[in-house]
């Protein structure tokens, strides 16, 4: 085949509309021309666009390797961008540390390189390592290579954290206005459709054999994972989430004059406590990623009772008014990251905040026997 054919299908599978499609295509392509470390990037690229972080992973990491094997001029100019979708895979497995070698891989040779020193930037960010993270900046904006506008965002950014900081906020702050922003909409949504025979908060469950009720949890769930629909009605079934977007997805605010902190995750870490604990710009209240980090491998098991006592709570009502509102809905997406870090997700419905530093509270008790490293609230990385 042609270098310009192999080129201009490439090219086709990268606009196809379908990523499945351009999946089999590249897949196809490499097998026909194994030495095109191109196509392996653009595979990996297509790959994240699925979700498919671990596979990226996978594939532009052997790309890496293929271009010290190679050592020509088309594998030098393939580095840096191998090393920006491997990072960006990290990322995407909550793979932090691992993330942060790829861009320093490409700094160490590159130190102009704009997308990259963003992209560590952001990862600082995320991490909780603010400081490190504005001496990223500085020296983006000191070479001021990137395009116009990319400049004046950054700077703003950077105007912003100072802001931040120079206000002394606490980081509960994001949390207590992600909740009351969305309690607000769900209070108004209630109100609109009690009227026409929706009722809300409704555990999801079925008739037991014996006439009872009997409620759901998820295949493959802890038991403790019972849930409530955000609206529900009892003429049709008929079941509705309350959120952002057509289904409900999550509700994030920005805090007044920090708009720019609410479009990625700005990690910021929440003062006196026996482990650390950090605070995400970016914490849905109904949407709510909890990260936790053991100091010690293989004891992540000690967790689940803590979670499973706490969410119950919750469930029926503890942090709210047990005849009405103010019940968790939801727990899911429970996964292990590695031996010492697992995380989940949590909507808290129209719960109290006092639910956040209640579920604080317990894990102390668990630090005491089972040392915890960290815990994060929200979108980042630990």
Known sequence: MRPDEVAERAMRALRASDPREAKAELEELIAQNPEKIDLRHSLAIVLLKMGEAKAAHIIS???IRLCFEKRDDTAATMLSPLYLVAAEALEELYLPLEAEKNYLSILEQEPEHPYARQRYSYLLLANG???????QLETYLEYGLDEPDAIKAHEQLMETI?????QDIHPKEFLHAHREAYVEAFDKIASKFERQGW?????IGRAAADGSDELLVPKGAPLYATARADAYNPENGQQARIGEGQHGGPYYVALADFEILSQMPFVDNWPGKAFSVYVSSMCAWNHLAIHIKMVN???LQHLDAYIGDWYQAGFYGEFGDRQRTGMFHEIYNMEQIDEQTMMFYVDLGRARLEAI???LNRLENLHN???IDSLLFGRGLL
């Open 199 to 203: 009722s809300f908060e409704t555990p």
């Open 297 to 299: 491998p293989n004891e």
């Open 162 to 166: 100072k802001l931040y900081q120079s």
């Open 357 to 359: 530093t209640d579920f």
């Open 369 to 371: 026997q089972y040392p």
């Open 129 to 135: 390592r603010i400081k490190e993270a504005q001496s």
């Open 61 to 63: 990491t052997d790309a």
